[in-house]
């Protein structure tokens, strides 16, 4: 069964961290490939990061967000987590989870066929 379920999302002043959890179930979670993406208002849907967890690749991230946001990762709970610290104004965004099972990790979102519902994220200047 295809689940994902994200949470932790909300409103920070700018220059604060917000931990967002993605929830996947067991057949989920064994998705070669996991990552955040985001959408704001009016703009397209955008990789933050992908993981490769086939373990002969890497994590991926937006330039954007290097150096400021990290995934990692509980196998023992099925979890993915995005740890997003000095966020922006242009961070703000629906933040949702992504999985594709097989193959490579692309950074694009068109390639993911498996999306939670998403987290709302806000940053206040």
């Known amino acids: 069964q295809v689940q994902l379920a994200e949470s932790g999302g909300g409103s920070v002043q700018a220059g604060g961290s917000l931990r967002l959890s993605c929830a996947a179930s067991v057949y989920t979670y064994a998705s070669r490939c996991m990552g955040w993406f985001r959408q704001a208002p009016g703009k397209e849907r955008e990789g933050v990061g992908v993981?490769?967890?086939?373990?002969?690749?890497?994590?991926v991230y937006a330039d954007s967000v290097k150096g400021r946001f990290t995934i990692s990762e509980d196998n023992a709970e099925n979890t993915l987590y995005l740890q997003m610290s000095s966020l922006k104004p242009d961070d703000a965004a629906m933040y949702y989870c992504?999985?594709?099972?097989?193959?490579?990790?692309?950074?694009?979102?068109?390639?993911?066929?498996?999306w939670g519902q998403g987290t709302q994220v806000a940053v206040s200047s």
């Open positions: 993981t490769d967890r086939s373990g002969i690749g890497s994590t």
């Open positions: 992504a999985a594709k099972r097989f193959f490579r990790c692309p950074a694009g979102a068109a390639d993911y066929p498996y």
